[in-house]
């Protein structure tokens, strides 16, 4: 490890637990309950308020302490119009490709959807998370990146209230200090919180409204109470069995064995970040003059962003696709930060951290039912507003109170023959779309 590199107090836990550390709530588990929710995550959470809002209590099934997941440990970037977006150097997604405009521009709307759910709540529930609707700016790897961006703009805007617009390589500065990128695009309808305050201010709403959290519990298995299953569920944890007439299963990223059927449908992934010492507000802020979230258009992309109170910088990206020791993905953000930002030469690295994430074989996010359990997961890189949404639309169809059905509810799920869940072939993935960014980037010089 790189002593210089760090500063003395440096962490391997996220930045954001220094004003929102996960918390052990130990309610005791019920005998029985009618939901029962694994994972105390966004998804969670948002699926037990909903129901609890509409006079459903239920019991919350937590593995670790809740905030163990990615919700306490993600950029906090919010955004809906990444959907579909696979790892796609430029506009174009694969998802796109696959099922046509029409089809993309309804899913496209499903996550303006997502992004207006998640403002909704923060302002309903007066969830205190530093949430300010600043902007994202996407920077264009190549050239070639930023003529796909005009497409990419276009259907963002002709899909929902997204404010996309293309910015050329002459006036980036003043969205990012930097000539790094060919241009980029910028897009108005998106956000950013403090991710760890979002999901410790809806756990809170959750225990004012009287829902059951069981902290160190974990699900080990699902079963049908009775034939047919016609008397719900038995879920066994590592507590005692609980029965409950609706299981919601929101283990996205952490999903093991015991939901082996939709362990097989996601790729589980790291996803690493390193937040830097504090510097003087006018130099840090001077980085990002409107305060944007920030992104690029690579197919392992890099998203960064200021922290609340504009201070020190978070950066992060895919260093490496596994989850592993943080200290060893930490100088590869460090120097790709610096690729961005030279001036920032010598800055030092206080916190380096890691959590899991879930890709889908589309690209897509998605809820539905297997064997009468419910399940919402796939958040592909970016689910503050996306697993938020898909909570909330699960307990509205438990509570048969949906409009319409929601776009992600029980499209086509696929997995792949002889995949059981585990993602050997990553590294060699993740190390070909790095080749082939370079490769991009070098045609580009
Ligand atoms: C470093 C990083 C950066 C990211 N940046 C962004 C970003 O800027 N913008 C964005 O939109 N998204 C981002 N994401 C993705 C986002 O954080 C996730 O999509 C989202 O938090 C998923 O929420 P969730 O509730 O579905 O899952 P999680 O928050 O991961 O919660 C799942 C929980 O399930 C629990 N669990 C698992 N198995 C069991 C079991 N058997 N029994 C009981 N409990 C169980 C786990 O302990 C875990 O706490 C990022 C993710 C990471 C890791």
């Known amino acids: 490890m790189n002593a210089e590199l760090f500063t003395e107090e440096f962490k391997i836990t996220p930045y954001w637990w220094e004003a929102a550390a996960p918390r052990k709530i130990n309610d005791p588990l019920p005998e029985a309950a009618d939901v029962v929710i694994v994972g105390g995550g966004y998804a969670g959470l948002s699926t037990a308020l909903e129901l609890a809002r509409n006079g459903t209590k239920a019991v919350v099934l937590e593995a670790e302490e809740f905030g163990h997941g990615a919700s306490s440990r993600n950029g906090g970037g919010v955004s809906g119009s990444n959907v579909g977006k696979g790892p796609t150097a430029g506009a174009i997604s694969p998802v796109e490709r696959a099922l046509g405009k029409e089809r993309m521009h309804e899913l496209l709307m499903g996550g303006a959807e997502a992004m207006a759910n998640l403002e909704a709540m923060i302002e309903r529930e007066k969830l205190e998370c530093h949430y300010v609707r600043c902007g994202r700016f996407v920077g264009a790897y190549t050239p070639a990146h930023y003529e796909s961006m005009a497409i990419k703009v276009a259907h963002l805007n002709s899909s929902g209230d997204f404010g996309a617009a293309l910015l050329p390589r002459g006036e980036q500065r003043r969205e990012i200090a930097?000539?790094?990128?060919?241009?980029?695009?910028?897009?108005?309808?998106?956000?950013?919180?403090?991710?760890?305050?979002?999901?410790?201010?809806?756990?809170?709403?959750?225990?004012?409204?009287?829902?059951?959290?069981?902290?160190?519990?974990?699900?080990?298995?699902?079963?049908?109470d009775g034939a047919g299953g016609e008397g719900g569920h038995l879920v066994a944890t590592s507590a005692g069995i609980i029965k409950a007439r609706e299981v919601v299963v929101g283990t996205n990223g952490y999903t093991g064995k015991a939901t082996g059927?939709?362990?097989?449908r996601l790729i589980p992934a790291a996803s690493y970040m390193i937040a830097t010492e504090e510097r003087d507000a006018d130099e840090i802020q001077a980085l990002v003059p409107n305060n944007r979230t920030l992104a690029d258009s690579k197919r392992v992309l890099n998203y960064y962003r200021l922290a609340p109170g504009g201070r020190r910088v978070l950066f992060g990206g895919r260093a490496r696709l596994a989850l592993g020791d943080p200290r060893e993905c930490a100088p590869i953000l460090h120097r790709q930060m610096l690729d961005v930002w030279p001036q920032l030469e010598g800055i030092k690295i206080s916190h380096c951290w890691t959590g899991g994430i879930a890709f889908t074989f589309d690209f897509l996010p998605h809820m539905g039912q297997h064997k009468g359990v419910h399940y919402m997961a796939g958040c592909n890189g970016a689910g503050v507003a996306m697993m938020t949404y898909l909570g909330t639309q699960t307990a509205l169809k438990i509570l048969d109170k949906a409009n319409r059905p929601c776009a992600f509810d029980e499209l086509p799920f696929n997995s792949r023959p002889g995949y059981t869940g585990h993602a050997w072939f990553l590294p060699i993935v993740s190390g070909y779309y790095a080749l082939r960014d370079r490769m991009d980037r070098a045609r580009a010089a």
């Open 178 to 224: 930097t000539d790094f990128y060919f241009g980029g695009m910028t897009v108005e309808g998106s956000g950013s919180v403090h991710p760890a305050m979002l999901q410790m201010a809806l756990l809170d709403r959750c225990i004012e409204q009287g829902v059951i959290l069981c902290a160190n519990t974990t699900m080990q298995a699902i079963s049908p």
């Open 261 to 264: 059927w939709l362990r097989r």
